[in-house]
């Protein structure tokens, strides 16, 4: 059945589309359009519900101008994969044929059913978590026969007990696709810390099944990390800063002044948002921080700091591997010292923690706070100049993992970076590194150098080298990530 009205094929000056379903799955549907040579380009929209009609009657729209104006402008007609469809669901594909003029003409639907799998027994999901390390691990939950599909998600043994077993399975309901079979790894785990994967799925009837509580703890101590101690002023909304409301598509009309309270020097001067105020960085006295309307100079927020040099404060530490040093703090502010309190560096770190046989801290440039890690004798290994907004060290793989801008990389002992902070995560295996972006998955090798880039669903290591899984097709790999093949090839395979 097609819903709405198509225009005819016998009018061939006017442009029509229709959608033709190729391959239909549980889980995703492959299609392309039927169309004639008036058709220059197709607006598509890929419709959950009854989105389309929905918003006609809400805002008085046509469903021609519901799908142009909501929906995506295919310039091809040929290959469309849509994935990540729940099992035994009806979904529609809507579509507006437009000519090279970009005039839109009639709108059609193709409803479609996806196929149903499981049982109409109990589903229950089996959960296993391997390659465990201080940071990460790796899981795997695998699906009864009676599954039809299931969701999954992790959470910290505190967390789990502040919310509970129920409101974290509503949490994951909401925010959660729904699986067929899922594995992945987290990273950035806390050491020595408790963590619950919890699954749950539905049989081909729609009924829920078992809910499965798998737990593991992180291997190493328990690392808290505490807040910068520098006096900051920054223009996030962040609960420990002082806070200027100004919205964040104004910032380059104001600039950030930091002066004397005499006014007579200026000390620090920036445009507001390029970076913080810190005030760590100046000699011991009061302070005025202007924030100033570059239009007409006016003053429009006036904040008053205090930058006390106090006498220097010592912890002596002893650590486990026998190395002896001594935390020292002078106001806001540490320094790495020696076992008999004698300073080794400046006072210039607002976080300083020691791990592995190295130092973990954080320290300014220009007016911003980086992460940086030194050596026992307190020489820099990684620099603030790196811009790398946190860095923790990976003791059991003996490699550091670099935090830039929401992103993950991982950096060698000796400061050469292996992988660049590109990825959304990186999962560390035997004999290679699982790299995600944007939701798809690629291989790195312990080098550093790339297998394939992150464009698959999902892939695993065999004895040939890699399959691979993208937009529905099993794609064949070599060791070294160049496609043989997929699975509507046959494929000759030679034993070496």
């Known amino acids: 059945m097609v819903l709405g009205v198509c225009v005819s094929s016998a009018q061939e000056n006017l442009p029509y589309a229709e959608v033709e379903i190729q391959n239909v799955t549980p889980y995703f549907v492959q299609y392309h359009y039927d169309h004639n040579a008036a058709c220059h380009h197709v607006y598509n929209y890929e419709d959950y519900g009854n989105e389309v009609e929905l918003l006609s009657n809400v805002f008085g729209l046509s469903l021609e101008d519901v799908v142009f104006h909501w929906g995506k402008r295919y310039d091809t007609v040929w290959g469309h994969f849509w994935t990540n469809l729940e099992p035994g669901k009806e979904y529609t594909i809507w579509s507006v044929a437009a000519d090279s003029n970009d005039r839109r003409y009639k709108c059609s639907g193709q409803p479609f059913r996806t196929n149903t799998i499981g049982g109409v027994g109990k589903s229950s999901i089996q959960i296993h978590s391997n390659f465990l390390s201080d940071t990460g691990s790796y899981v795997i939950c695998v699906p009864n026969s009676e599954t039809c599909g299931y969701q999954n998600g992790i959470v910290s043994a505190s967390w789990f007990e502040k919310l509970g077993l129920d409101s974290v399975c509503r949490i994951i309901n909401r925010n959660s696709t729904i699986y067929e079979t899922d594995r992945w790894g987290r990273l950035l785990l806390n050491h020595g810390t408790k963590y619950c994967v919890i699954a749950f799925g539905r049989n081909a009837s729609g009924l829920p099944g078992d809910t499965t509580v798998h737990w593991f703890t992180t291997p190493g101590d328990l690392l808290v990390s505490e807040p910068d101690t520098v006096p900051v002023i920054s223009y996030s909304h962040s609960s420990d800063s002082k806070v200027l409301d100004i919205p964040e598509d104004k910032f380059d009309q104001y600039l950030v002044r930091v002066s004397r309270p005499d006014r007579t020097k200026t000390l620090q001067e920036t445009t507001l948002g390029k970076g913080n105020v810190i005030i760590a960085t100046l000699p011991a006295g009061d302070y005025f921080v202007d924030v100033i309307r570059k239009q007409d100079g006016e003053n429009i927020k006036e904040i008053r700091l205090y930058n006390r040099k106090k006498e220097v404060n010592t912890e002596y530490h002893e650590e486990a591997d026998g190395f002896s040093w001594s935390k020292l703090r002078q106001d806001c502010l540490y320094a790495i010292g020696d076992s008999a309190g004698k300073a080794v560096t400046p006072f210039i770190f607002t976080q300083l923690e020691y791990n592995g046989g190295f130092f973990e801290g954080r320290t300014h440039s220009g007016n911003k706070l980086y992460g940086v890690i030194l050596t026992k004798q307190g020489k820099s290994l990684i620099g603030a100049d790196r811009h790398y907004d946190y860095i923790r060290f990976h003791p059991y793989a003996n490699t550091f993992w670099l935090n830039k801008d929401k992103k993950t990389g991982i ?84 034993e070496e």
């Open 411 to 494: 950096c060698g002992v000796d400061g050469k970076v292996i992988i660049a902070p590109l990825y959304d995560d990186i999962l560390e295996l035997e004999n290679y590194y699982e790299v995600k972006q944007n939701g798809l998955y690629g291989c790195i090798d312990k080098n550093g150098k790339t297998v394939f880039a992150p464009q698959y669903e999902r892939f695993e290591q065999d004895k040939y080298g890699f399959k691979a899984l993208k937009d529905g097709v099993e794609y064949y790999l070599d060791p070294n990530g160049k496609v043989l093949g997929n699975s509507s090839q046959e494929i000759e395979w030679v």
